[in-house]
C-alpha cells in the first residue's frame, strides 16, 4: 500500500486531472528520480518526433527505475512533465499519455513546454519524486 496521501480541495478547480498536492509521513523513505528520458537501452533516442511514443518511453523507463528502487507508481508523490515544444497541442498529447499510465493515481503534476531537451531528437522527459514505507 502507498503511503502516499493525494489531497485535494473543493475551493480548487477540478479541470485539472489532478491532486493539488500530496503528503507522506515522516517515516517515508523519499526517492528522487532523474528525469526519465525516451532512450533505448543502447542510448538512442526512441519513437524520433513523436511525442506520444516519448512519453510512453519515457513512462516505460521510470516504471524501471522505479522499480529499481523498490516502489511503482502508485508510490510517486509528485511529477513534472517536460516537453521541447511552443505548442500546447504537443503538452496536452504527452500529458494524456503520463495521465492514463497513472490512472486513479492522479498526482500532482506540472506541465512544461521548454526549448530544449538534453538529448539528440529528444522531446519529453519526466521528474518524480516517490515516497515508500
Not at 507522506?24 to 528522487?32: D, G, I, N, Y
Not at 543502447?42 to 524520433?48: E, I, L, M, Q, R
Given at each position: 500500500m502507498s503511503v502516499v496521501t493525494l489531497v485535494r480541495s473543493a475551493e480548487l478547480s477540478d479541470a485539472a486531472e489532478y491532486a493539488y498536492a500530496?503528503?507522506?509521513?515522516?517515516?517515508?523513505?523519499?526517492?528522487?528520480l532523474a528525469g526519465s528520458c525516451p532512450l533505448n537501452l543502447?542510448?538512442?533516442?526512441?519513437?524520433?518526433g513523436n511525442v506520444a511514443g516519448q512519453a510512453e518511453k519515457c513512462v516505460e523507463n521510470l516504471v524501471i527505475a522505479l522499480e529499481a528502487a523498490g516502489a511503482t507508481l502508485a508510490d510517486v508523490a509528485s511529477t513534472r512533465v517536460l516537453v521541447a515544444s511552443t505548442k500546447q497541442s504537443d503538452l496536452v498529447t504527452a500529458w494524456e499519455v503520463v495521465r492514463t499510465a497513472f490512472g486513479d493515481h492522479d498526482v500532482p503534476s506540472t506541465l512544461l513546454g521548454v526549448t530544449v531537451l538534453g538529448y539528440d531528437d529528444q522531446l519529453v522527459e519526466i521528474e518524480a519524486t516517490a515516497a515508500v514505507a
Open positions: 500530496s503528503s507522506v509521513p515522516a517515516s517515508a523513505r523519499l526517492l528522487f543502447d542510448g538512442s533516442t526512441a519513437a524520433v
